[in-house]
């Protein structure tokens, strides 16, 4: 069974940092293409980061040089490091997996663009950032 579990969010006041891990197990072969997301309170999922198998990465513009996603050695635990946390950085953050490979193409993920958060199949259950300003 396909399982994702976040942790390591919590409550930090602007200009912090947060470190959030998910944990993956039961998936028969690594996704090719993990990823970020973030859901503020009456928001649309938002597509934050995503890392492929040999750990190429890409951001939205929103968190470019404060987030780093980045992989353990094997491919079993997938971390979002934050800094220079915002009050609007506050969200519920997920982790989701991208099985199918709907964003692999010539050996790297692309962004989600269209495909937003429905080009992954496997989600965590979420863990809450707060930022107070």
């Known amino acids: 069974q396909v399982q994702l579990v976040e942790s390591g969010g919590g409550s930090v006041q602007a200009g912090g940092s947060l470190r959030l891990s998910c944990a993956a197990s039961?998936?028969?072969?690594?996704?090719?293409?993990w990823g970020w997301f973030r859901q503020a309170a009456g928001k649309e999922r938002e597509w934050l980061a995503i890392?492929?198998?040999?750990?190429?990465?890409d951001y939205t513009d929103s968190v470019k040089g404060r987030f780093t996603i980045s992989q353990d050695n094997a491919k079993t635990t997938l971390y979002l490091q934050m800094h220079s946390l915002k009050a609007e950085d506050t969200a519920m953050y997920y982790c989701?997996?991208?099985?199918?490979?709907?964003?692999?193409?010539?050996?790297?993920?692309?962004?989600?663009?269209?495909?937003?958060?429905?080009?992954?199949?496997?989600w965590g259950q979420g863990t809450q950032v707060t930022v107070s300003s």
């Open positions: 989701a997996a991208d099985q199918s490979g709907h964003l692999y193409s010539g050996g790297y993920c692309t962004t989600p663009g269209a495909w937003g958060p429905a080009a992954f199949g496997s």
């Open positions: 039961g998936f028969p072969f690594s996704p090719h293409c």
């Open positions: 890392i492929d198998y040999d750990d190429n990465t």
